[in-house]
């Protein structure tokens, strides 16, 4: 009785060798070292944590100008935009010119103060700052960011890796910026501190990563010249540029940990057909890639653990 015939397989590659051709001494039992196909391409995922955080941070500079009421607490005279927004209208450009709630307001809810973490010893302020915004532009800024930056890395990289690199960039700055004198006056808040981590985490990645890039240099300047830009807007007034470097440092420290990838030519074992071999198999990682982990690694915790140490102890 003849052997069945095979459907031809798609992508059309050399099938595994039958029992019966191995003992016939088949040409092609013996010729078993070609290339297998290349892996399939990475799925993306599907973006939804980064979308949530700006709905989230839209709802609380919501309940902030809720709570605000300045036609209450300031009078209606005081108020832009009384005749339309009523109760969420904005406090007087002299005493916000970012169109947004009163410094008591901000503090209130949770605003980094240095008085209040430091001798009061409240350090949820470290987080809660993070969801509040010191006006609609100041808000319509981050959130800008936040879409162009975040769901771009979450589509690539998943939700559990950016949600704990949003997390920890965002604490870095606030750690950073209540660890600054000039602190101790000013209420400080908003999201930059964690969007400058992401701007971070996409250096570290580029570097890490640095085999899987084809027009290396010219990305790296690109990124280079975005970083200079935004950092440079931290030295305008009212800006808290502290939450911004130390944002950015905390960022680019997680992305060493979080954010690496396989090497160009690694092909896993489960995506290799049975009955192939691999001339020179590649190695998942490089040896930069590892150093550059455990460095980080032990610099973010190093110096997480200094700065709360300090907090605790000025």
Excluded at 80 to 94: A, D, M, N, V
């Amino acid at each position: 009785m003849g052997r069945p015939s095979r459907p031809s397989p798609s992508p059309p590659v050399e099938p595994t060798p039958s029992h019966d051709d191995i003992e016939k001494g088949s040409k092609r039992a013996r010729h078993k070292s070609k290339v297998p196909p290349p892996p399939p391409p990475s799925k993306l995922w599907k973006p939804w944590l980064m979308p949530l955080v700006f709905v989230a941070n839209i709802s609380v500079f919501l309940y902030t100008m809720y709570v605000n009421d300045c036609p209450h607490t300031s009078g209606t005279s005081k108020c832009i935009l009384y005749e339309y927004l009523g109760r969420y209208s904005f406090q007087s450009f002299k005493e916000n010119p970012l169109l947004g709630p009163s410094y008591i307001t901000l503090q209130t809810l949770g605003g980094l103060d240095w008085t209040q973490v430091v001798e009061g010893k409240e350090y949820w302020r470290l987080f809660s700052c993070m969801w509040l915004h010191a006006g609609l532009i100041h808000l319509l800024i981050n959130m800008l960011s936040l879409l162009g930056l975040g769901i771009r890395l979450e589509r690539e990289f998943g939700f559990v890796r950016i949600g704990l690199l949003y997390m920890i960039s965002g604490f870095g700055g606030s750690l950073t910026s209540v660890l600054s004198l000039a602190r101790k006056r000013i209420v400080s808040v908003g999201a930059s501190g964690a969007l400058f981590g992401l701007l971070g985490s996409m250096l570290s990645e580029l570097i890490t990563n640095w085999s899987n890039y084809m027009n290396k240099c010219s990305a790296l300047l690109t990124m280079l010249l975005i970083i200079c830009l935004n950092l440079a807007i931290g030295f305008l007034p009212r800006v808290d540029n502290s939450a911004h470097i130390g944002g950015f440092v905390s960022g680019l420290l997680a992305g060493f940990v979080l954010l690496m990838r396989p090497q160009y030519g690694y092909i896993s074992s489960k995506h290799v057909p049975e009955g192939y071999q691999i001339k020179h198999k590649v190695a998942k990682h490089q040896v930069h890639q590892y150093v550059l982990f455990g460095i980080s690694l032990v610099l973010l915790i190093t110096g997480f653990a200094v700065g709360l140490q300090r907090i605790r102890r000025p």
